[in-house]
């Protein structure tokens, strides 16, 4: 009877969240949809509505999430590897392993505030998109790092005797067995950051993104806007045609978002098949 009230419970609430999750998505695409057009993407923001769009911010998304993924992807998976296959297990381990946990649920302002203290002016980067991306991948490390070292964790034991057993060294036997057999779950957990990196707002104000910008960043070290920015910007205007932009720039947001999971889904089941 527990069960059954249980598993009631657990539908109801999943019910319930979906439900939620279609009403806003159905507000979203009602007020934003009808201002998504090619205009829409290839101009740059301004204070006439019918002229605003959203090439400097997406150009700007694109540049900072693809920095990011170059920054924090090796750094993450390389850590994982080293804490899991050859870290030695005592209390330093266990130390390194409580930060990493706790850094996984700081705010994101927290980020913000270092990545100003650090990028911004102690390295001098200023208010370009290196701060950014680099900012971006302290936030997302700590969940890379976790969900790589379960990933890894969770590979038989079995696995790694069988290659000893035939010779292998620690290298060989992480490397084409270790690292394959774990590649859905290290994958899975990459697309759970940059989902959370793509539409995080507030680590990007804090180290100064720029509101307003009416050209493409050509390199590392040019500012920068990014898509939640823009919606916030628009957001908090009080005109309603803004507020429709601020639903039209969600969408596309929305619509990249989609686009880079489904690749790291078609390369994380590839891994599983070719692993098969």
Excluded at 72 to 98: H, R
Excluded at 184 to 199: D, E, M, V
């Amino acid at each position: 009877m527990t069960a059954r009230l249980f598993k009631i419970f657990c539908a109801a609430v999943t019910t319930l969240g979906v439900i939620v999750l279609v009403i806003v998505l159905f507000h979203i695409f009602r007020e934003g949809l009808r201002w998504v057009d090619v205009q829409f993407l290839e101009s740059f923001p301004s204070r006439f509505p019918e002229k605003a769009g959203i090439k400097s911010a997406l150009w700007g998304t694109i540049w900072l999430i693809s920095l990011t993924a170059l920054f924090s992807i090796p750094i993450g998976v390389g850590a994982a590897i080293y804490l899991e296959e050859y870290a030695q297990k005592g209390a330093v381990n266990s130390f390194i392993d409580i930060n990493i946990s706790n850094l996984a649920g700081v705010p994101s302002i927290v980020y913000g505030i270092l990545g100003l203290t650090m990028f911004v002016r102690f390295c001098g980067f200023d208010r370009s998109v290196l701060s950014g991306s680099l900012t971006m991948s302290l936030l997302i490390l700590p969940v890379i790092i976790i969900a790589s070292r379960e990933a890894i964790r969770a590979v038989p034991g079995s696995i790694r005797h069988a290659a000893y057993a035939l010779g292998a060294t620690k290298w060989q036997t992480v490397k084409s067995h270790v690292i394959p057999a774990a590649m859905p779950g290290i994958l899975t957990g990459i697309i759970l950051a940059f989902s959370r990196a793509l539409g995080e707002t507030a680590p990007l104000v804090m180290i100064g993104a720029l509101a307003y910008v009416a050209f493409v960043p050509e390199g590392p070290m040019d500012s920068f806007t990014a898509l939640p920015i823009q919606i916030f910007n628009w957001a908090s205007r009080p005109q309603e045609e803004f507020h429709q932009l601020a639903a039209g720039a969600i969408i596309v947001l929305l619509a990249v978002l989609f686009a880079m999971n489904s690749l790291a889904v078609y390369i994380r089941e590839s891994a599983e098949r070719k692993h098969k």
